[in-house]
């Protein structure tokens, strides 16, 4: 592989990844602008094909769990039971 193909390659892995930030996939699944979500210090939990995280926007603490290719999101509140407290 050449140097500008490799380096293509690293820019666009850099930008997927980018584009699928935490921040970025609660906005995609809350009323939320990336710009309000915090990530909140919790246990990142990875379960075979699940990534889990907790985050807090417009005063509301949700947990959030996306598939292992991060197409798929979703966001619910988080209660007292959850990893988030």
């Not at 809350?30 to 907790?54: E, H």
């Not at 509301?60 to 990893?83: G, H, Q």
Request: hydrophobic content about 35%.
């Amino acid at each position: 592989m050449t140097g500008g193909r490799f380096s293509a390659l690293l820019l666009g892995m850099a930008l997927t990844a980018a584009c699928s930030s935490p921040e970025r996939l609660t906005s995609k699944a809350t009323p939320c602008s990336t710009g309000q979500v915090r990530i909140v210090g919790s246990d990142f939990s990875r379960r075979g094909v699940t990534t889990a995280w907790c985050a807090e926007c417009k005063g509301k603490l949700y947990l959030c769990a996306t598939d292992a290719e991060r197409t798929k999101v979703e966001c619910r509140p988080s209660t007292l039971e959850d990893a988030c407290h």
